[in-house]
């Protein structure tokens, strides 16, 4: 590849000084969401708002897109992604082309992301792109004529994840604030778990309780995001058991065999993380047990039917929030709905 | 994989003890069909009356399964399979989404089958699945919340490829009773003869002709599965030139070189089970050649014309039993068409 | 591949015996396109007037193709070629099925491209294929029972490329003669450059200024075609900036390394042929740029922002004869539109 990913610094991949939480909330019509944090709340609530809404309304909205083309340009293969983006744009009405993993050599064959992105404008009117590269999606925003949403690059930003994080948040507790949040399992890299602390320290107003293992903390930069909010507090322990009693949100994350120095340690702690309907029984009746998926074994199997687990209603979230993320970048309006956010001038 | 596929015992395949070919034929919708097994003879007749139906109605069954989406999830790959499964979705008007083999390293990730079965029964209103492993689409189909239809598990159970070949029999010879069935070549390893014969027992008065090398004889299981139905015979060959005379349907299979001990024996042999129009003439002239394709070497070209020559046909009828099935199993009903079947109480 | 490409003579791929440029000019409709050179001019003429009307209707023309299916076959990865058939299907209301690169194992299995197009014949209404032997196009349209076009087969024809360049120099001048048109890069194993080559000169009245270096000059019988058309000429140059002013269009290709015996020669040689800024200061203000892409470094990217640069619109043009030769040869006629044509008897 012969750009220079110039835009992005290789620090904190926060940029916490563009924060426009307060005043307007221009439309999404014709933008790209390369990353949450430069969406005001508002507009990130009216996008949870139209997920729930189509929901409740899926054949009135089912034409939504007709005529619409999408591509899933994916550099690297995340199939639970893909399908979840595609079947979005189906469900509206529109229809998908695009690659994935596999097929990659023929679309390089040494072309820039940006060339690839200008060709691809003339085909789709939407894309929704992930690749290993950081800053990748930003390059490819600035070189296309329609709207690009990132869907994963690197260890960097993931942004419809964080929102179906928040959809499964606030469709099990009614609200995105005053909440006990435990993030457990591998901190150091979970990406998610990273962009999901960040986003919900704008509303502010939660106590996380950060459980991992000593070798997979959280990282420092994430700790002064919780610390430059305010309202938000957090504190470290590596007990799971004795910190399952207060949680409102159990956030589960993999831990991975290769993060660790030898065998023993990684099975002496893994034991430690996973989730059983033993550790649950100290749970909290209307606790949410979240969790990314693929799950390996770090939930056991018997949670399933317990009704504090939500990872499943989790992936049906992560397709209603493209649903909703789609249509509003299109700018087609879902039959019916009327947004609660106050119209900007 | 973490599952233990204990519902296979690794004997036969068959499930005698639960043919509920008499009495009441429930609806197909919202089932799996993993097998034909546990599918009453009349609602199979009643597919094969829909299939029909679908050929000459295209444009009237175009918009039955508006608004759905199939999802092909090819864990080996299978092309022609899955052009098949997806051809049919979309005539019937509805989307595709999924992925195929090359993809399979990105769904993994140590994923099991059940929980990648629970996250698609949230993208997709039926799945075609095939799986190199025995068992895996009844796993499947106990974790999805939308029907599974098994596009084949290993060597076990491969459902409409059997109903593609009732389809074709039915077609050309307006019944599938009182007919004499060759089946030639790899009569051992040949998944689908072994399932069409254990199927047509079920109906009963075929009389099967088993054509094959030594090495390449029918299983002793199959032979009793025969030997069970009172009203069904068979005799065994290795001469195709002596037995053409008496059949009124020819089902050729592929001769697969790593099936031999040696070069020699493989290369005598091939040709003695090859097809072409000298061994024709011994023939009747209504009888009808099947094979499940592709072809290798076994049927000569010379021969596709052939008015006798049904493979190709047999291709049409597959698209058109999985349009008649995908749409059962939906409860998607096929304007105008009505039932011969004796209606359920 | 049991097949024998033997209509291919591996000698000069021009049929020039067969211009069938005079008289009536017979429908598309059913028809294959292996090569443009048995299309009539005034065919071509008005597949080229159709993507226009195509460009200036699009919301008319979004339901032309309703209820067909496109099968796409890339037996060699081409995935902007791909995307480019499928969208233009996509766009005119049709369905897209198929195979690419990736999956070529799982179809093959020793299968002839006759059985394959003849299986594939009964899922989709129109074929684009792309392979990478020559005279595959050829054996593919004789086996299957609807149109197939050509997207590739070998170094010999590429059909649709052909009418992408067609129509963007018409586009951008409004006529397809009485241009003086430079060729630059590798003239030897271009195969867009030829076919472009060969195509015009039916027309005639073109003066070529082909411009490589020695390494990479055009092949004798391109040289030969042009001769043969008594209102065309050409001059050869290794002078990319002397020759440049006198160029309406300027058609770029790629200098790929492995063309040359050693390192020291591509280099010294590759700058020479990279247009940039500098060099366009001695060009006309409305000379055009194309370029098949994808490109590697042989235009810089400050030239993009150029309005001399064509190769952009270019990808459009291509998904838009696409479209009008996928509804041509389907006969699914364009709402609205007429044929400038002489109407044959």
Known sequence: MSEQFDDHSGESPFTDSVFPDSGSAPTLKGRSVVTLDDIPLPRIEDLLDRAAYIDSHRREVAHTCDGRVLATLFYEPSTRTRLSFETAMLRLGGQVIGFAGAQLASVSKGESISDTLKTVSNYADIVAMRHPKEGAALVASRAASVPIINAGDGGHMHPTQT???????????GRLTHLTIGMCGDLTFGRTVH???????????????????????????VLERIDASPTCTYRETSDLGGAIGDLD????????????????????LRDTYILDEAKLRSAKSDMAILHPLPRVNEITTD???????????????????????????????????ETKMEVEA
């Not at 929102?163 to 507790?173: G, V």
């Not at 687990?309 to 019916?336: I, K």
Request: overall charge negative; proline content about 4%; some cysteine.
């Open 303 to 337: 949670v399933d039917k317990d009704p504090r687990a939500a990872y499943f209603e989790q992936v049906r979230n992560g397709m209603l929030v493209r649903m909703a993320l789609e249509s509003a970048l299109l700018g087609d309006e879902l039959p019916g709905y």
């Open 249 to 268: 949100i159990l956030y589960m994350t993999r831990v991975q065999k290769e993060r660790f120095f030898n065998e023993d340690d990684y099975l002496r």
């Open 163 to 173: 929102l179906t994080d928040l959809a499964t948040i606030r469709a099990r507790k």
């Open 195 to 221: 962009s999901l602390i960040s986003t919900l320290c704008r509303w502010g107003h939660v106590d996380f309780v950060l459980i991992s293992p000593d070798e997979l903390r959280t990282p420092e930069y």
